[in-house]
């Protein structure tokens, strides 16, 4: 399906999503459009035919995938591996990760004695960070996907699950199992040549965990839970028929940013216009984000001033013997490689040096092809593409945060020997959450609007639609 988690998961920037009477009496003039998409790379809306499973539909003009439609079932699917996976992160919850002896001393870690060994050294913020993304969003998730399974399996489906669906495109991308697995395996890797380290179960049950959420995610199909039951529309729009008619201009089109219905306008409808909540999930309901490229561009240049004393500084030290060993993220990758551990070396190195300079070259590029206005077909094609990519390797750079928690909890041996934060983690995670959000508060249709695309409008050109202008004038609101 269509993945929003670029929309406005940003908690701040759609407003609530638990706003079902807001707005009530101001709902501009709006008509749905049934069988109808927006592109969200490119803004393109385009006919939207009924997916057999394993189609996959994608965007005649930027090439992103709109649609999938799974092969397993929509709901039994995902709620079976949500039902493992559950299980998983509870007995997880208790279960230790790993071990390690030093001359007879042991030392045990589990899941949230990093965040709690980070907030001991002076670190609550970034103990909150990693408490967030490896121990409380991931239960969250699921909590949320098994109450909207459960909601969607029945006759009628009950109105709270309509915004837990938001809630859950929103919250996902903080759940990073997956990114803390290999945060463990790298602090493994470290920690054995020092010491005898045992892999204690928790380390199976977290590699499961990440298995099992990934095959709930791609099971999942929102699209199917908002069509697969009678949804009663919260307020009774008018229903647009585009049954062999052409759609109409793209100015006087909109869709939700939430769950992808789309509406029309009688009249052209401008770019951050608030207009009223979608009548299907309750969000506010925008052509485009809210201040999408200022908000961006501050947070870019936030992330690239914070990038220089996250490199600069140590993350982390090592005292042996009350003498500290302090190590920079580069000098982490240099020991790895000097420890033969070429492929991990590679790929903290990626993840944790190459990807936030890679996520701000490219949000710039974005950027600046917006602000000039004149970039060629193409360039937007790559670009539209590159957004994607940006989105989801941002997460990846958490590792070196994770492995730096992991290390803190389990080396504590007093004097002989401990693992110590240092200033330099808080900028290096302030640069990741910072690049997070620029990418998510960033809205690639603006480039193609900027270059002269998506600006069509029935007050300035078009005589071909002359035809489908009595339709359009009649779009009073049916009165519920
Ligand atoms: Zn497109
Ligand atoms: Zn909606």
């Not at 028929?241 to 219905?261: F, T």
């Not at 593409?385 to 007093?414: H, N, Q």
Request: hydrophobic content about 50%.
């Amino acid at each position: 399906m269509l993945r929003k988690d670029h929309f406005h998961k940003g908690l701040w920037s759609q407003g609530g999503a638990l706003c079902f009477t807001r707005h009530e009496s101001e709902q501009p003039h709006l008509k749905i459009v049934e069988g109808v998409h927006e592109c969200a790379g490119c803004g393109l809306f385009q006919h939207f035919p009924p997916l057999k499973p394993g189609h996959v539909l994608t965007c005649a003009r930027c090439g992103e995938t709109m649609a999938r439609r799974r092969k397993t079932d929509e709901i039994g699917g995902p709620l079976i591996f949500c039902l493992a996976s559950l299980a998983l992160y509870i007995v997880l919850l208790v279960s230790p990760l790993l071990t390690i002896n030093v001359y007879g001393r042991e030392s045990t870690v589990s899941l949230y004695r990093g965040p709690m060994e980070l907030a001991r050294q002076g670190f609550g913020e970034i103990s909150m960070l990693v408490l967030l993304a490896s121990v409380l969003m991931p239960g969250i998730v699921l909590g949320l996907m098994a109450m909207i399974l459960y909601g969607a399996s029945r006759r009628e489906m009950p109105l709270w699950v309509r915004p837990l669906m938001a809630w859950y495109e929103r919250l996902r991308p903080w759940s990073m199992v997956e990114v803390f697995v290999i945060g463990v395996l790298v602090a493994y890797t470290k920690l054995v040549d020092l010491a005898l380290v045992t892999l204690q179960p928790g380390v199976f049950l977290l590699g499961g965990l990440m298995v099992l959420m990934a095959a709930m995610d791609s099971t999942f199909d929102a699209e199917m839970i908002w069509h697969h039951r009678s949804i009663p529309y919260r307020r009774k729009l008018g229903v647009y028929q585009i049954k062999n008619r052409v759609i109409p201009p793209e100015k006087h089109m909109l869709s939700c940013h939430a769950c992808g219905m789309s509406f029309v306008a009688r009249h052209a409808v401008e770019n951050e216009r608030d207009m009223g909540d979608c009548p299907r999930c309750g969000q506010i309901l925008r052509r485009r984000k809210r201040n999408g490229l200022r908000a961006a561009l501050s947070f870019l240049l936030a992330a690239f001033i914070f990038y220089i004393p996250a490199n600069l500084l140590p993350v982390m030290a090592f005292v042996k013997m009350g003498h500290g060993h302090p190590s920079t993220i580069i000098s982490g990758v240099i020991q790895l490689w000097q420890s033969d551990l070429y492929f991990l070396a590679l790929l903290v190195l990626f993840a944790s040096i190459t990807v936030p300079v890679l996520k701000i070259i490219l949000l710039g590029l974005m950027m600046i092809c917006q602000y000039r206005g004149r970039a060629s077909f193409k360039v937007l094609r790559r670009l539209t593409r590159l957004y994607k990519v940006v989105v989801f390797i941002g997460r990846w750079s958490m590792i070196d945060v994770f492995m730096i928690s992991i290390l803190a909890a389990v080396v504590r041996f007093g004097l002989m020997a401990s693992v110590e934060a240092e200033a330099g983690v808080v900028f290096f995670a302030m640069v990741v959450v910072l690049t997070i959000f620029a990418a998510d508060l960033y809205d690639p249709r603006c480039m193609w609007d900027a270059a002269g695309y998506n600006q069509e409008s029935f007050d300035r050109t078009s005589q071909i639609r002359e035809s489908d202008k009595p339709a359009l004038q009649d779009m009073e609101p049916e009165k519920a």
